[in-house]
């Protein structure tokens, strides 16, 4: 049985469910439909929907702030605060080494430390081998790790362990000390292994 049309061919799948004979048509295979054929009556709808539905709260600037925390690879939006790679080795000896090992190379969980050259997967994989940006470490850290408690570090803590995993991969000294400018400064021996994609989907295929 083939469609006919746009009902018939929506209707196939519900018969399938109840005669087995009829093969039932994955997504893939049926047609997409169009915007008026998937919800004529849309335009009706919303002509006649409430202005609002009396759930919810404007976002405050507050809440927004605690949820806006991103940061750029060029520091944008790196918070105040400081910390020494001194104060991160407790904080890592604390809440990360029983996943990422003493030294950032023992695992069981990611290697932070290269063991070896970056195209070597896992050895190389790591902060040092692949992170273009101390920054987007940064950024990643404060909003994942450690990974079963993430966020409940301060941005301090943040810095400084931060800087302790920098120093473990050899990449910055033991008396470093990280904040918005020390963390912008770093180069990571990653940074020129990628290239930024400002591709905007057009002929410029790289
Ligand atoms: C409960 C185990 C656990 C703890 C504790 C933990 N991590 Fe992780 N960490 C992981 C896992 C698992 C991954 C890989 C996550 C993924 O690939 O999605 C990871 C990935 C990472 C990465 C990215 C590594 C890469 O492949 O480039 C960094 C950096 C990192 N963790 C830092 C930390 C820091 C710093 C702490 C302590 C504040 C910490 N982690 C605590 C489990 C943990």
């Given at each position: 049985m083939r469609a006919v049309g746009a009902t018939a061919s929506v209707l196939v799948p519900l018969l399938a469910a109840c005669s087995p004979e009829v093969p039932a048509r994955s997504a893939a295979e049926a047609p997409a439909p169009s915007a008026t054929e998937a919800d004529p009556g849309f335009a009706s709808l919303s002509a006649h929907?409430?202005?609002?539905?009396?759930?919810g709260a404007p976002a405050s600037e507050d809440r927004v702030a605690r949820w806006d925390i991103d940061v750029k690879p060029?520091?944008?939006g790196l918070p105040p605060g400081s910390g020494s790679v001194a104060e991160g080795r407790l904080i890592y000896e604390t809440y990360c080494l029983q996943c990422h090992g003493p030294t950032g190379?023992?695992?069981?969980?990611?290697?932070?430390?290269?063991?070896?050259?970056?195209?070597?997967w896992p050895a190389g994989r790591t902060v040092g081998g692949y992170w273009p940006y101390a920054t987007t470490l940064f950024d990643y850290t404060r909003k994942a790790?450690?990974?079963?408690?993430?966020?409940?570090?301060?941005d301090d803590e943040v810095y400084a362990v931060v800087g302790y995993v920098l120093h473990l991969g050899g990449?910055?000294?033991?008396?470093a000390v990280m904040d918005s400018a020390s963390l912008v400064a770093v180069e990571m021996?990653?940074?020129?292994?990628f290239v930024p994609d400002d591709r905007t989907d057009g002929p410029e295929i790289r």
């Amino acid at each position: 049985m083939r469609a006919v049309g746009a009902t018939a061919s929506v209707l196939v799948p519900l018969l399938a469910a109840c005669s087995p004979e009829v093969p039932a048509r994955s997504a893939a295979e049926a047609p997409a439909p169009s915007a008026t054929e998937a919800d004529p009556g849309f335009a009706s709808l919303s002509a006649h929907a409430p202005e609002h539905f009396g759930f919810g709260a404007p976002a405050s600037e507050d809440r927004v702030a605690r949820w806006d925390i991103d940061v750029k690879p060029d520091g944008e939006g790196l918070p105040p605060g400081s910390g020494s790679v001194a104060e991160g080795r407790l904080i890592y000896e604390t809440y990360c080494l029983q996943c990422h090992g003493p030294t950032g190379t023992e695992g069981p969980n990611d290697r932070l430390v290269s063991a070896g050259e970056w195209e070597q997967w896992p050895a190389g994989r790591t902060v040092g081998g692949y992170w273009p940006y101390a920054t987007t470490l940064f950024d990643y850290t404060r909003k994942a790790m450690p990974q079963t408690t993430p966020g409940t570090l301060s941005d301090d803590e943040v810095y400084a362990v931060v800087g302790y995993v920098l120093h473990l991969g050899g990449i910055v000294s033991a008396d470093a000390v990280m904040d918005s400018a020390s963390l912008v400064a770093v180069e990571m021996p990653a940074r020129d292994r990628f290239v930024p994609d400002d591709r905007t989907d057009g002929p410029e295929i790289r």
